[in-house]
């Protein structure tokens, strides 16, 4: 029973469940094969463990054990030893002798410590790891319709904060891992896929630029969380790590697998706006203005829809022993929930391994390549009308949509005529031999490019019928990236009874290239062509643009680690970089880190601890950096102008400005002077291990503090020839402390029914000390009458994306808005404004639950976060009295107060700030596992499971909008924006039928 399912995890080799493994080489072994073993592999409870691997030591002769636990092989006679292995167990080699039947106990393996985890530039054991780590395998990801790695991790690791811009298919992701330490929107942390580090620049679109990779090819996830993790990539990790390793063969074990599914989302929740009957109702209490159409229409029905998503995965892997293979081709096509919208992908990746000279020179290839196709709606504009669009304006007549709903253009004719339509083009190859050239002693080479291009295009068709329409309009953009790694380490090893030792040695260099033009025109003929098809039609002029920027960084590196008796550990790291984003004065920046660990468990002290089985201390400090800043911005930029003072007659004839010659003038001024922003990070750990490891943990406490803050400001002396500039902010600091938990609990594995529970939570207190600024603004209003109001930002002793805002009193007898004298001076002004909460959570937590019981299994995965306030943007823009006086719908918050004036402006205030804090039930799957031997096919096929997932099932939250997971992706002055729903695109809720065979 418990084994069912490790069949499907674990990969046997090609063959049947009770037979011998086919080989292109069958004739001719068939030559050599005289041994005839047999027996069975258990349990220490006696129970048969289905799946397990018996290999011929020394050849590519094995196979697998059926359901009863038991196996037959055929063997060469000059085989000594058979190695049997199996997921979660301890492998054994069994001398065969004389005999030719064995009974095979395996035992169970302590995982924890002989999990290997991925670090910067290599792998240790998780006993020998010194730096806070989390690693999750692909047996953990999240379920589902998944577009990109971000969501494989949702809730799923303590202090890394997950949330999507919005319910769009492929939506970029704000991706924080122990708080915000920077206050531009370079934020993201850093990816590094099979070694090769991503480029977080634009791609065109503003989608997630991590689709490209298929999470079907995940083999695990690492993130480095702490500065000695993460320290080894220096300048680019103070946001963290992600390291992802794709799926890789096993020599001997050759495997195919087919899975497809289909999945259905609807909008998951629909915003209380008025009825039609209740709209009539409402505008007719207050002495409204009614445009009565006669209808009734639920434009949230009728502007969202019931998206498909169909999914198509194929792999193979396998290999002999000195080579392995693992091959993938994925099909995919989502569709959003408003229409015009869907994300297609096409991907395909080969990854080779190959060694030699006794597996001394060792070769890794990996090779992928993708295409996404995107068609994207006018989000913010669709949320807008199915809000306030008047419900009883018809949504079509005979058929076809009305041209205007009220004044206002039907979004079901805009639909028709807006396009905007991306294809990026992607593939990122790596090629990483080595040789050991003496023993201990390794070289590696590490080349590899990432190349992708994007052609889009936002046009409105020609629509004479109405006004503003009638010309049609084509914006074209063309973007190219290249990212270019090489990289060259020297790794030295010395494994001995006591102690060991392993140094590495490395230098790298990345270039990267990106570059785009596009134009704008409009006036094109209305003939049935798209815009996009009939550039040359165009009768307006075209404006052109265009840009290039190349940046490169040179990095040497080095690492120490040394583990004296299993006891005691170092690592120390040293990382510089010079990056060319940054002035002659300060090219270079240095970034090392130290850590300790102490197994605690392997002391004499602890050998007759019955109930603890693990117990290590971690403590760590180290320095990293971040350099995602603008290109360019330390050196001097020009351009021409004629206007102001600009220029001056240089002939006395002049008469008009027009005869005055160009002058140049600043744009940006030299800074030679600017420098790294730097994060310093200490940490203390403890991994922990309970009652035969049946409970599991870690605990972690963080002090992490950013400087040298970078931010493009004006300049206190107003007589400047720039109105900003580029400087690192003296003193000011960006403090993130917090404590992070992680536990696991998992039942008796010899019982029939198995469960374990999980859960993490992690809480961060952020605050920015130090800052010369009253308040820099993160989000400001859009519209609304009050373009350009804060609404939060950035003040002294303060979190990050503090709402600094009025408090709403209520209405007065005048029937105007009221707020309280904050500071009693008797006035109500820009100074009565307060910190009234943050954006960003001081708690994020989720918990899992898995069953297993005969075929059958279920999970449930729930996530949420507390302490979070959220702006709404959308009530402020819309839901007033004042619109719906004027036949626009609205909610009831608009005739809360009966006595409110239809005057009445809507200001930034605690009015419309609300509570962030939800749980969601983001996925639930429940599998079976088809028994194959009742159906008579185990001889050909190694595993069947049919599954259902749902996502986004449950939601617990007081807010009122679409969701509560806000992250619009936008910013102001290139200061990131945090819980602000700007007409967010809304969230859906899927469920998926699946089924996954392999043969």
């Given at each position: 029973?418990?084994?069912?399912?490790?069949l499907?995890?674990?990969v046997?080799?090609?063959?049947?469940?009770?037979?011998?493994?086919?080989?292109?080489?069958?004739?001719?072994?068939?030559?050599?094969?005289?041994?005839?073993?047999?027996?069975?592999v258990?349990?220490?409870?006696?129970?048969?463990?289905?799946?397990?691997?018996i290999?011929?030591k020394?050849t590519?002769?094995?196979?697998?054990?059926?359901?009863?636990?038991?196996f037959?092989?055929?063997?060469?006679?000059?085989?000594?030893?058979?190695?049997?292995?199996?997921?979660?167990?301890?492998?054994?080699?069994?001398?065969?002798?004389?005999?030719t039947?064995?009974?095979?106990?395996?035992?169970?393996?302590?995982?924890?410590?002989?999990?290997?985890?991925?670090?910067?530039?290599?792998?240790?054991?998780?006993?020998?790891?010194?730096g806070s780590?989390?690693?999750l395998?692909?047996?953990?990801?999240n379920?589902?319709?998944?577009?990109?790695?971000?969501?494989?991790l949702?809730?799923?690791?303590?202090?890394v904060?997950?949330?999507?811009?919005?319910?769009?298919p492929?939506a970029?992701?704000?991706?924080?891992?122990?708080?915000?330490?920077?206050?531009?929107?370079?934020?993201?942390p850093?990816?590094?896929?099979?070694?090769f580090?991503?480029?977080?620049?634009?791609?065109?679109?503003?989608?997630?630029p991590?689709?490209?990779?298929?999470?079907?090819?995940i083999?695990?996830?690492?993130?480095?969380?702490?500065?000695?993790?993460?320290?080894?990539?220096?300048a680019?990790?103070?946001?963290?790590?992600?390291?992802?390793?794709?799926?890789?063969?096993?020599g001997?074990q050759?495997?195919?697998?087919?899975?497809?599914?289909?999945?259905?989302?609807?909008?998951?929740?629909?915003?209380?706006?008025?009825?039609?009957?209740?709209?009539?109702?409402?505008?007719?209490?207050?002495?409204?203005?009614?445009?009565?159409?006669?209808?009734?229409?639920?434009?949230?029905?009728?502007?969202?829809?019931?998206?498909?998503?169909?999914?198509?995965?194929?792999?193979?892997?396998?290999?002999?022993?000195s080579?392995s293979?693992?091959?993938?081709?994925?099909?995919?096509?989502?569709?959003?929930?408003?229409?015009?919208?869907?994300?297609?992908?096409?991907?395909?990746r080969?990854?080779?391994?190959?060694?030699?000279?006794?597996d001394?020179?060792?070769?890794?290839?990996?090779?992928?390549a993708?295409?996404?196709?995107?068609?994207?709606?006018?989000?913010?504009?669709?949320?807008r009308?199915m809000?306030?669009?008047?419900?009883?304006?018809?949504s079509?007549q005979?058929?076809?949509?009305?041209?205007?709903?009220?004044?206002?253009?039907?979004?079901?004719?805009r639909?028709?005529?807006y396009g905007?339509?991306s294809?990026?083009?992607?593939?990122?190859?790596?090629?990483?031999?080595?040789?050991?050239?003496?023993?201990?002693?390794?070289?590696?080479?590490?080349?590899?490019?990432?190349?992708?291009?994007?052609d889009?295009?936002v046009?409105?068709?020609?629509y004479?019928?109405?006004a503003?329409?009638?010309?049609?309009s084509?914006?074209?953009?063309?973007?190219s990236?290249?990212?270019?790694?090489?990289?060259?380490?020297?790794?030295?090893k010395i494994?001995?009874?006591?102690?060991?030792?392993?140094?590495?040695?490395?230098?790298?260099?990345?270039?990267?290239k990106?570059?785009?033009?596009?134009?704008f025109?409009?006036?094109?003929?209305?003939?049935?062509?798209e815009?996009?098809y009939?550039?040359?039609?165009?009768?307006?002029?075209?404006?052109?643009?265009?840009?290039?920027?190349?940046?490169?960084?040179?990095?040497?590196?080095?690492?120490?680690?040394?583990?004296?008796?299993?006891?005691?550990?170092?690592?120390?790291?040293?990382?510089?970089?010079?990056s060319s984003?940054?002035?002659?004065?300060?090219?270079?920046?240095?970034?090392?880190?130290?850590?300790?660990?102490?197994?605690?468990?392997?002391?004499?002290?602890?050998?007759?601890?019955?109930?603890?089985?693990?117990?290590?201390?971690?403590?760590?400090?180290g320095?990293?950096g971040?350099?995602?800043?603008?290109?360019?911005?330390t050196?001097?930029?020009?351009?021409?102008?004629n206007?102001?003072?600009?220029t001056?007659?240089?002939?006395?004839?002049?008469?008009?400005?027009s005869d005055?010659?160009?002058?140049?003038?600043?744009?940006?001024?030299?800074?030679?002077?600017?420098?790294?922003?730097?994060?310093?990070?200490?940490?203390?750990?403890?991994?922990?291990?309970?009652?035969?490891?049946?409970?599991?943990?870690?605990?972690?406490?963080?002090?992490?503090?950013?400087?040298?803050?970078?931010?493009?400001?004006?300049p206190?002396?107003?007589?400047q020839?720039?109105?900003?500039?580029?400087?690192?902010?003296?003193?000011?600091?960006?403090?993130?402390?917090?404590?992070?938990?992680?536990?696991?609990?998992?039942?008796?594995?010899?019982?029939?029914?198995?469960?374990?529970?999980?859960?993490?939570?992690?809480?961060?207190?952020?605050?920015?000390?130090?800052?010369?600024?009253?308040?820099?603004?993160?989000?400001?209003?859009?519209?609304?009458?009050?373009?350009?109001?804060?609404?939060?930002g950035?003040?002294?002793?303060?979190?990050i994306?503090?709402?600094?805002?009025?408090?709403?009193?209520?209405?007065?007898?005048?029937?105007?808005?009221?707020?309280?004298?904050?500071?009693?001076?008797?006035e109500?002004?820009?100074?009565?404004?307060?910190?009234?909460?943050?954006?960003?959570?001081?708690?994020?937590?989720?918990?899992?639950?898995?069953?297993?019981?005969?075929?059958?299994?279920?999970?449930?995965n729930?996530?949420?976060?507390?302490?979070n306030?959220?702006?709404?943007?959308?009530?402020?823009s819309?839901?007033?009295?004042?619109?719906?006086?004027?036949?626009?719908?609205?909610?009831?918050?608009?005739?809360?107060?009966?006595?409110?004036d239809?005057?009445?402006?809507?200001?930034?205030?605690t009015?419309y700030?609300?509570?962030?804090?939800?749980?969601?039930?983001?996925n639930?799957?429940?599998?079976?596992?088809?028994?194959?031997?009742?159906?008579?096919?185990?001889?050909?096929?190694?595993?069947?499971?049919?599954?259902?997932?749902?996502?986004?099932?449950?939601l617990?939250?007081?807010?009122?909008?679409?969701?509560p997971?806000?992250?619009?992706?936008?910013?102001?002055?290139d200061?990131?924006?945090?819980?602000?729903?700007?007409?967010?695109?809304?969230?859906?809720s899927?469920?998926?039928?699946?089924?996954?065979?392999?043969?």
């Open positions: 029973m418990i084994c069912m399912m490790s499907f995890v674990h046997p080799l090609l063959g049947n469940v009770s037979g011998e493994v086919s080989h292109p080489l069958s004739k001719a072994v068939d030559e050599v094969l005289d041994k005839q073993i047999s027996g069975t258990t349990d220490q409870a006696g129970l048969p463990l289905i799946g397990a691997t290999l011929a020394g590519a002769v094995g196979t697998i054990t059926d359901i009863n636990g038991s037959d092989l055929t063997v060469p006679d000059d085989v000594t030893t058979l190695t049997v292995s199996y997921i979660g167990y301890e492998a054994q080699d069994i001398e065969i002798l004389s005999s039947v064995f009974n095979i106990v395996l035992q169970a393996s302590s995982s924890i410590l002989d999990e290997v985890v991925v670090v910067g530039y290599g792998s240790q054991k998780r006993s020998d790891v010194t780590i989390a690693s395998k692909k047996e953990n990801f379920k589902g319709v998944v577009s990109n790695p971000g969501q494989l949702q809730g799923k690791v303590a202090g904060n997950i949330t999507a811009s919005s319910g769009e492929g970029n992701q704000d991706i924080i891992i122990r708080g915000v330490g920077s206050l531009r929107s370079g934020t993201t850093l990816f590094v896929v099979d070694g580090a991503l480029d977080n620049s634009v791609n065109g679109v503003p989608t997630n991590l689709n490209f990779i298929n999470p079907q090819d083999a695990s996830i690492d993130v480095l969380k702490d500065a000695s993790a993460a320290a080894i990539y220096g680019r990790a103070a946001n963290g790590v992600i390291v992802i390793t794709t799926k890789k063969g096993i001997g050759s495997q195919m697998n087919f899975s497809a599914s289909t999945a259905i989302t609807s909008l998951s929740k629909k915003i209380d706006v008025f009825s039609a009957s209740e709209f009539r109702s409402q505008i007719n209490a207050i002495n409204g203005i009614l445009n009565d159409g006669g209808a009734d229409t639920d434009w949230q029905d009728e502007l969202t829809r019931t998206a498909s998503s169909q999914r198509v995965d194929f792999s193979m892997s396998g290999g002999a022993n080579s293979y693992f091959a993938s081709f994925s099909g995919e096509n989502q569709e959003g929930i408003l229409r015009n919208n869907n994300l297609k992908r096409y991907s395909g080969l990854n080779l391994t190959q060694s030699a000279m006794n001394r020179l060792k070769a890794e290839f990996n090779f992928s993708s295409r996404v196709e995107n068609n994207r709606a006018n989000a913010s504009s669709v949320v009308d809000l306030q669009l008047n419900p009883t304006f018809p079509q005979n058929g076809e949509p009305t041209d205007l709903v009220g004044d206002n253009i039907n979004p079901l004719v639909e028709r005529i905007d339509i294809f990026n083009n992607r593939f990122l190859a790596n090629l990483a031999p080595s040789i050991e050239i003496i023993k201990g002693l390794t070289y590696k080479l590490n080349l590899g490019i990432d190349y992708s291009t994007t889009r295009d046009q409105l068709i020609p004479p019928r109405i503003d329409f009638e010309l049609g084509l914006s074209s953009s063309f973007t990236n290249s990212n270019t790694q090489t990289e060259n380490t020297l790794t030295y494994d001995k009874d006591q102690y060991t030792l392993s140094v590495l040695a490395g230098h790298s260099y990345q270039e990267t990106v570059s785009g033009k596009g134009f025109t409009s006036g094109f003929p209305t003939n049935g062509v815009p996009r009939q550039v040359g039609a165009a009768s307006e002029p075209t404006e052109q643009s265009a840009f290039a920027t190349i940046n490169e960084l040179q990095s040497f590196f080095g690492r120490v680690n040394y583990s004296y008796n299993n006891k005691y550990m170092l690592t120390a790291t040293m990382r510089a970089d010079g984003k940054f002035g002659s004065n300060n090219k270079y920046g240095y970034f090392p880190s130290v850590a300790l660990g102490w197994n605690i468990m392997n002391e004499d002290f602890m050998a007759d601890s019955k109930n603890i089985d693990n117990l290590k201390l971690r403590v760590s400090w320095k990293t971040n350099q995602e800043i603008p290109s360019k911005i050196q001097a930029s020009f351009t021409e102008s206007s102001d003072n600009d001056y007659p240089l002939t006395p004839n002049a008469t008009t400005l005055y010659p160009y002058g140049s003038i600043f744009t940006r001024l030299a800074n030679p002077d600017i420098q790294w922003e730097v994060s310093t990070q200490a940490n203390i750990g403890l991994d922990f291990a309970l009652f035969d490891y049946g409970l599991t943990g870690t605990i972690d406490f963080f002090n992490k503090v950013s400087e040298n803050i970078l931010l493009e400001v004006a206190v002396d107003p007589i020839p720039t109105d900003r500039f580029w400087t690192n902010i003296p003193n000011m600091e960006i403090k993130n402390t917090g404590i992070e938990l992680g536990l696991t609990y998992n039942s008796n594995p010899a019982k029939n029914f198995l469960y374990s529970i999980g859960g993490n939570l992690s809480y961060t207190k952020n605050k920015v000390v130090n800052s010369p600024y009253s308040i820099l603004t993160t989000g400001s209003v859009i519209g609304a009458g009050q373009t350009g109001a804060t609404i939060n950035v003040l002294n002793g303060e979190p994306g503090t709402f600094f805002v009025q408090e709403f009193t209520g209405i007065g007898a005048d029937g105007l808005n009221q707020f309280a004298d904050v500071n009693n001076d008797g109500i002004l820009d100074n009565d404004r307060f910190a009234a909460g943050s954006a960003l959570p001081t708690m994020i937590y989720a918990l899992n639950f898995n069953f297993e019981y005969s075929n059958f299994d279920l999970g449930l729930f996530n949420g976060v507390s302490g306030k959220i702006f709404n943007h959308v009530a402020l819309i839901f007033n009295k004042g619109n719906l006086s004027n036949s626009l719908n609205t909610t009831a918050r608009a005739v809360e107060f009966p006595n409110e239809f005057s009445n402006s809507n200001r930034v205030s009015r700030l609300e509570n962030g804090s939800f749980l969601r039930l983001n639930a799957s429940l599998g079976y596992n088809v028994d194959l031997e009742k159906m008579g096919i185990g001889e050909s096929i190694q595993n069947i499971r049919i599954s259902i997932t749902g996502q986004n099932l449950l617990f939250t007081d807010y009122s909008g679409f969701d997971e806000i992250n619009t992706g936008s910013s102001v002055g200061i990131q924006t945090f819980g602000i729903d700007y007409f967010s695109y809304p969230r859906g899927t469920f998926l039928f699946g089924i996954d065979v392999t043969f």
